[in-house]
């Protein structure tokens, strides 16, 4: 009993197949991993602007609160003193504050990424707006 058919219908990819495909995945992996660390820094840089509009959107609700009250807006420190007992300073589990808040700003931490803010001072024509230096 002859075996000849078993060697001839053998099928696979040849060195040189596996080799370029190889390549192939090595470059596409150079291109796409600093691309996804890259993305991971914007993440957090976008996290921090929520941050802060969060924190405008706050002091404005605020701040018309305190125009329409009966005892109605006396001045900065009285809309700190009323963001700081409503705890609308707190943006959640992943925020904290490394400085501040205050009247000028403070530093404001992102799951460890921190950014420094300004905070102008709320008048009797406009709330306070925080933003980045």
């Known amino acids: 009993m002859k075996q000849q058919g078993l060697l001839v219908s053998r099928e696979g990819y040849t060195l040189l197949e596996v080799i370029a495909a190889l390549v192939i995945f090595g470059v596409l992996a150079a291109l796409v991993v600093p691309r996804i660390i890259q993305l991971d820094s914007n993440t957090m840089q976008k996290a921090i602007d929520v941050g802060i509009s969060e924190l405008n959107g706050r002091e404005s609700l605020t701040w018309a609160d305190l125009k329409i009250s009966p005892s109605g807006y006396a001045d ?6 009323r963001m ?6 707190l943006l959640g589990d992943k925020y904290t504050w490394d400085a501040g808040p205050n009247s000028s700003g403070g530093a404001l931490n992102f799951d460890g990424q921190a950014q420094a803010l300004n905070r102008t001072a709320s008048t009797t024509d406009q709330p306070a707006l925080w933003s980045k230096p």
């Open 76 to 81: 900065d420190a009285g809309l700190i003193t």
């Open 84 to 89: 700081n007992a409503d705890n609308n300073y």
